[in-house]
């Protein structure tokens, strides 16, 4: 599966860069830089995976990926209606 | 059929008969083949084209259906074979009526027999399945675990591969856990020791009355279970490597950046070069297992 196909999964949306994902009123979490698409795969369902444990926990109202070229990011909405300052 | 098979410069060359020629150097009209051989051969050469061209088209008209017909169906990509229900199986029926209601959905794949079991009754039932006459399966051919990270009651599966050598047999059970994991079946076959132990290292799953339950392939200090899923594949710095392992040096960490840049990552030499020049020299990276 592709890091888009692991995102449509588990109902995150997929950002082309963080300011995207900072736009849309989500917090940058952690971040990995793979160094082939099976690990960029990989890398994507670890994140999306400790991000849906967020969700679950009542912390995060949505959780989303930022896919880029190189890099996978895990971002999430916070619980409180309040936007995080950037 | 012999003038077939003739190769096209065997014939005897005609000798020019100076008698013949005149003094502009022109050949004897006997040498040059008249336009009635000319055209014989082209002839020849035309009908073997068509002839050729005839078969073509017959073959074509074969392959191709005739304009308006309709388009034959798309052959669907035969299913391969599909689990089934195995809950006559006598070795199943056999299980349930000793052991009722820890004895769960049975089914069979390709000849193998799968097996989900309660994990309260996992020793009683394996011993049973040793010690049984009728069963005998002597062999733990594998202890493993699969992770499935969304089934939040029991993320796991133990798995236990058994097989009989009197009666060459073989059967899976499955055992639903959680981390707390499942009862230890080493005092069943003494082989699930460092079976149990990697499972342990590598997923996190305790096994109860273990004897000696600690990492088996990592260190001993290295934190995390790196074959659940939620544990990415490539190498990532962790307190271990921080602690163990030499920092690279600043112009190394440029480098790579530069490779990341350029998506040359794959390679990640620099960091490839500095384990190895720990290994080679022999460096102790590893506390001692204790």
């Not at chain 1, 692991?6 to 160094?35: C, H």
């Not at chain 2, 065997?10 to 005149?22: F, I, V």
């Not at chain 2, 052991?99 to 193998?112: H, L, P, V």
């Not at chain 2, 009197?166 to 959680?178: D, F, I, S, Y």
């Amino acid at each position: 599966m592709t890091p888009k196909e692991i995102a449509a999964q588990y109902e995150a949306k997929v950002f082309d860069s963080p300011d995207a994902a900072k736009v849309a009123g989500f917090v940058l979490g952690e971040s990995m830089a793979p160094r082939n698409v099976w690990n960029k795969a990989s890398a994507a369902s670890a994140i999306v995976l400790k991000l849906l444990d967020k969700k679950t926990s009542g912390e995060a109202e949505e959780i989303g990926l930022v896919i880029e070229p190189w890099s996978v990011t895990g971002c999430y909405k916070p619980q409180s209606a309040e936007t995080p300052a950037a | 059929m012999a003038e077939d098979t003739k190769q096209p410069g065997s014939e005897t060359p005609t000798t020019p008969d100076a008698s013949t020629s005149d003094s502009s150097g022109t050949p004897p009209p006997s040498s040059i083949p008249d336009a009635g051989q000319l055209a014989g051969a082209d002839a020849e050469k035309k009908a073997m084209v068509d002839q050729a061209k005839s078969r073509v088209a017959a073959v074509k008209e074969g392959l191709t259906p005739p304009e308006g017909a309709p388009k034959p169906p798309v052959k669907k990509k035969e299913e391969g074979p599909k689990p089934t229900d195995a809950s006559s199986h006598p070795l199943v029926k056999k299980l349930k009526t000793k052991f009722g209601q820890a004895i769960g959905d049975a089914s069979e794949f390709i000849g193998q027999l799968s097996i989900n079991v309660a994990s309260e009754a996992i020793v009683a039932i394996c011993d049973f399945l040793r010690t049984d006459k009728e069963t005998q399966f002597d062999y733990l051919s594998d202890l493993t675990c699969v992770h499935y990270p969304t089934r939040k009651e029991a993320p796991f599966d133990v798995v236990y591969n058994l097989y009989s050598i009197p009666k060459n047999e073989r059967v899976r059970l499955k055992v639903q856990a959680t981390e707390e994991g499942v009862d230890s079946v080493t005092g069943v076959w003494p082989a699930a020791n460092w079976l149990e132990r990697e499972v342990f290292d590598l997923f996190g799953v305790h096994f109860k009355g273990h004897p000696d339950l600690r990492r088996l392939l990592l260190p001993p200090d290295w934190q995390g279970y790196p074959l659940r899923k939620d544990y990415p594949l490539e190498f990532v710095e962790n307190a271990w490597t921080e602690e163990h392992l030499p920092q690279m040096t600043e112009v190394q960490m440029e480098q790579v950046q530069q490779r990341r840049a350029y998506g040359l990552e794959i390679l990640s030499v620099p960091q490839e070069r500095v384990m190895r020049e720990i290994f080679r020299g022999g460096k102790e990276v590893m506390t001692k297992d204790k």
